[in-house]
């Protein structure tokens, strides 16, 4: 168990309908990246948050926004959803120190199929 | 545009076995050489790792092999067991900048065969 918890654990809905994918971090990490897996695209980094700020953008569609609460948990939303955005969609976190021992732990994902 | 390209795709290995999965980068920026192991249903978990001022890091039965001229860099799994059958996953990221995202490879499907 890496500490990080992601909820739901699955999640089917219908093309045009928006989600929200939401991680709580391990205690103490200030970080929160996410992450796609797909067959086709492989692991993908989406964008990761940095004490409630963003600091990293990735290959994160216009559709899809993130934000990172006080209480340092994330929440991913994804809108408009069309077939292609079914996969799954990791949250790992981290001290968020820069400069070098930086290790990211990931959640169990979330797998998101879109019908 | 993969950034860390990995191969192989998959591999079969007898048990007791040298597992060998190699990767490639070209950002010369890359300061931080993780792996990662991933059984299904399950997110990936880090393995070991390497910053490019050494050529080689052992832990227990895995190593990881760096040459830094090469932009390459590969994991050697020494005596596989059949509980390393999973996915590995190479990955490179920036740790200079703080923006520690992570850029991985495409996977390796490790099966060792009893």
């Known amino acids: 168990d890496s500490g990080v918890t992601q909820t739901p654990k699955h999640l089917i809905t219908a093309t045009g309908q928006r989600v929200t994918l939401r991680c709580s971090p391990r205690?103490?990490?200030?970080?929160v990246y996410w992450y796609q897996q797909s067959l086709d695209q492989g692991l993908q980094f989406l964008i990761q948050?940095?004490?409630?700020?963003?600091?990293a953008k990735g290959n994160i569609l216009e559709r899809f926004s993130a934000q990172q609460f006080p209480d340092l948990h994330s929440e991913l939303n994804l809108s408009s959803l069309e077939l292609g955005d079914s996969a799954l969609y990791f949250c790992?976190?981290?001290?968020?120190?820069?400069?070098?021992?930086?290790?990211?732990?990931f959640g169990p994902g979330t797998r998101l199929t879109v019908l | 545009q993969q950034q860390v390209k990995q191969s192989p795709q998959s591999l079969i290995v007898q048990k007791g076995g040298i597992s060998i999965i190699n990767c490639a980068y070209e950002?010369?920026?890359?300061?931080?050489f993780p792996w990662y192991q991933q059984f299904p249903g399950k997110g990936p978990a880090l393995l070991i790792a390497?910053?490019?001022?050494?050529s080689e890091k052992k832990e227990g039965r895995f190593t990881i092999s760096f040459n830094k001229s090469a932009k390459q860099f590969s994991l050697h799994i020494m005596d596989s067991q059949p509980g390393d059958s999973a996915t590995y996953f190479c990955?490179?990221?920036?740790?200079?900048?703080?923006?520690?995202?992570?850029?991985f490879g495409t996977g390796t499907r490790l099966t060792v065969i009893p």
């Open positions: 948050y940095y004490n409630g700020e963003e600091r």
């Open positions: 390497i910053r490019p001022d050494v």
């Open positions: 790992a976190s981290s001290v968020g120190t820069s400069g070098g021992r930086d290790t990211q732990y």
């Open positions: 950002n010369t920026a890359f300061d931080y």
């Open positions: 205690s103490g990490d200030l970080s």
């Open positions: 990955a490179a990221s920036i740790e200079a900048t703080g923006a520690n995202n992570l850029f």
